[in-house]
């Protein structure tokens, strides 16, 4: 693929969630990465950057979710069935895969960052290939949950804790349950969703003894052409989001953002 040109494909499904959500499926063959992204473009509107959010054993399609938010996606959601997109990609780096297998992991997911996880999430209980697997989700209400039938099929192989600002069983934010997770320690964690988690998310894993290097972030604020030409993406002046994220090694991004947490 010539990374600079859209590639013509057809949505083949499409399926509308609460407050202005769709998710798409998208004829190609693409093999990618769990927590890589596309640039989804439409002629004569513009193009974003979106995550991949099924999984790469799912062959001859690839899934994306959005929220109606501007111009490109409102117009993205007049489409349906049988209409076409352009695509590019995937780019960026992905979850660690080789490095967790036969791992302890946990997903932490706030609001929109479930989209990456569930690329990582239905690999990993599809092969089979962490030795166990605890997934926290948190979003503002029940509404706002996604992939609710899917969250079902999880609990049989997975440890699952849903977390909700408003409503539901346990209420509050995604950090305060990590305690509930019950870890030990050893754990991988992969951690995505609105900027303002993951302070407290990451220090209450690093107070659960989970080490900065085992601990990755999924960061997509700020991208824009994905292949590092534009320099919108730009991390602490050293990295680009795009290239050598999204997926970040905390240890890695807390140095690039000079930040403390």
Same mark, same amino acid.
């Given at each position: ?76 959601? @007049?489409?349906?069935? !049988? /209409? *076409? %997109? ?5 780019? $960026? &780096? ?30 990993a209980l599809h ?12 979003v503002k209400e ?28 346990? @209420?509050?934010?995604? !950090? /305060? *349950? %990590? ?5 030990? $320690? &050893? ?16 220090n209450q894993l ?56």
């Open positions: 693929m010539n990374h600079y040109l859209p590639e013509k494909a057809e949505i083949i499904d499409c399926k509308e969630f609460p407050y202005e959500k769709k998710l798409f499926r998208i004829k190609a063959n693409i093999d990618f990465i769990p927590g890589q992204f596309v640039e989804i473009s439409l002629a004569g509107i513009g193009e974003f950057p979106v995550s991949i959010c099924s999984a790469p054993h799912e062959k001859g399609y690839f899934e994306i979710c959005v929220k109606k938010l501007g111009k490109v996606t409102s117009q993205l959601f @007049k489409l349906n069935e !049988s /209409d *076409f %997109i352009g695509y590019r990609g995937p780019f $960026g &780096n992905g979850f660690p895969i080789n490095e967790l297998k036969g791992k302890d992991v946990v997903i932490v997911a706030g609001g929109l960052g479930i989209l990456p996880l569930r690329s990582f999430i239905k690999e092969n089979n290939f962490c030795n166990s697997l605890t997934i926290l989700y948190g029940p509404l706002d949950m996604l992939f609710k039938e899917e969250l079902k099929e999880w609990r049989e192989k997975a440890k699952v804790i849903d977390v909700y600002e408003e409503g539901g069983k346990r @209420k509050g934010y995604v !950090s /305060d *349950f %990590i305690d509930e997770a019950n870890l030990k $320690g &050893n754990e991988y964690a992969l951690v995505c969703g609105p900027p303002a988690m993951f302070k407290p998310v990451i690093k107070k659960n003894g989970i080490e900065n290097e085992k601990i990755y972030l999924s960061i997509e604020r700020r991208m824009k052409c994905g292949i590092g030409k534009c320099g919108h993406c730009i991390v602490g002046g050293e990295y680009y989001t795009c290239i050598d994220g999204p997926v970040f090694n905390y240890k890695a991004y807390k140095k690039a953002e000079k930040i403390k947490l």
